[in-house]
């Protein structure tokens, strides 16, 4: 039972790091399978699946038993929350996603809302209370690999997004997203749009190999550069292998390959500063060895810090798809936009208040943009918010089951993000 109220002078909180790996692995269980490509155990708890619903389940369980007070929107987040002596005072936010990517680690997403559950877990085995309320936010769908739009649940909160866009989207089965959140019964009735919170902070790993080169256990993140996501589809004509002359041929696989190679021609290029593309989707009709593709379908991710040369890269990318049809008469091609984020700085006071709790507990950090995209970003719209990095293992490996960071590091992150918390719920 909480007794004291803490003050700014008392605000340094040590959580229970063993409990915080417990939980960590126990969450890692929900949708585990034996990955051959690594010998490993991954997760694939993708959002609104059976093994999420299972994972939506303990979190809340583990909530409920912390005493806060549980709600679920209309999307699907679901929100725990601590009263503070002045309940009216608008809540400092805490949290990230528990939805994964088909082949990932028990780190990404996991971690953030974890690490605010120990806060609270801490706090009530220290009889404390803050005087600002503490909210504990896991947001649905931030992976996108379902769905196709990250940040979805975090973004029809802060209102980029609509709940019908998001009700609308569809899976590659044809699954609608409104249908299954409705299915796996987490259609919940509390309003999605979010009322500002007075601060939002969230722990996550890296994802990246700066901090392991450095030497540092945890980093303050500056914000997020632009993302652009797209799906470009390309119409062929099927023909046999052995008996279609190369002239008479529409081969939408060449055209493919055509894409992939100038995507990687633009980032080497220099000309478009930090660009960073990806195709990491490549799919072919029909299919088969001796038959030419009539239709490629392949995903273009572009990520960049600066949004005027973000947008370079995008036009440059456009005129070259523009062009592809005149070197195959015949090819046709449609894009569709998946999604689309410009530059998000976070906020310097929230950054300040990080770097000053992880000096005072003794942790050396730097400063870094983050290349991939979080939930924070969208909060950064409505409320002063910055993350916390925590340096992961084997060169930041993510989405992939080798993700690691350990009990070590995972500790000295959340006790980071507990004392910046603190004293920004104070």
């Known amino acids: 039972m909480t007794t004291e109220t803490i003050t700014t002078e008392e605000s340094t909180l040590t959580i229970n790091g063993e409990r915080l790996w417990q939980s960590l692995m126990e969450l890692a269980k929900i949708g585990a399978y034996d990955d051959a490509a690594t010998g490993l155990v991954g ?25 806060l007070d549980v709600t679920v929107d209309q999307m699907g987040n679901i929100f725990g929350r601590r009263e503070g002596t002045e309940p009216s005072a608008a809540p400092v936010m805490a949290g990230s996603h528990i939805d994964t990517v088909a082949t990932a680690g028990a780190f990404d997403g996991c971690l953030g809302v974890l690490g605010a559950l120990e806060l609270v877990r801490s706090l009530n085995d220290a009889g404390l209370q803050t005087r600002r309320p503490l909210v504990i936010a896991a947001w649905t769908e931030e992976e996108g690999v379902r769905f196709g739009t990250d940040m979805l649940g975090s973004a029809v909160a802060a209102g980029r997004l609509s709940l019908d866009y998001a009700y609308d989207l569809v899976d590659e089965a044809g699954l609608r997203f409104g249908d299954e959140l409705e299915r796996i019964g987490f259609m919940g009735e509390r309003p999605v749009r979010l009322d500002a919170p007075h601060a939002y902070v969230e722990a996550h790993i890296e994802q990246g190999p700066v901090l392991q ?10 914000g997020v550069q632009a993302i652009s996501w797209q799906k470009v589809t390309l119409h062929g ?45 490549v799919r072919t ?63 310097e006071e929230i950054q300040s208040a990080i770097a000053t709790a992880a000096q005072d507990l003794g942790h050396e950090t730097m400063r870094l943009m983050s290349g991939a995209g ?20 084997y060169d930041g490996i993510s989405h992939n089951p080798r993700e690691y960071s350990t009990p070590e590091d995972c500790a000295a992150g959340i006790n980071v993000l507990a004392k910046a918390i603190l004293q920004l719920c104070v």
């Open 374 to 393: 979080h939930d924070a970003q969208e909060m950064a719209a409505i409320a002063p918010t910055a993350m916390i990095f925590v340096r992961g293992q």
């Open 213 to 222: 080169q450095k030497g540092l256990a945890v980093g303050v993140v500056t």
């Open 285 to 347: 009709s029909p299919g088969l060895p001796s038959v030419v593709p009539d239709l490629a379908e392949i995903t273009v991710d572009l990520r960049n810090p600066d949004d005027a040369l973000m947008a370079k890269a995008e036009a440059d990318l456009e005129a070259f798809l523009l062009e592809l049809p005149h070197k195959q008469p015949g090819l046709r091609v449609e894009t569709k936009r998946m999604a689309k984020t410009t530059a998000v700085p976070f906020s």
């Open 43 to 67: 997760i694939n708890r993708q959002s609104l699946t059976d093994e999420d619903r299972e994972g939506r389940r303990l979190v809340m369980s583990w909530m409920e038993e912390a005493g």
């Open 237 to 281: 004509r099927a023909a046999h292998a052995g008996t279609t002359p190369t002239e008479l041929r529409v081969d939408a696989g060449l055209a493919a390959a055509q894409v992939i190679v100038q995507v990687r021609a633009m980032v080497d290029s220099g000309l478009y500063g930090q660009l960073r593309a990806t195709v990491g989707h």
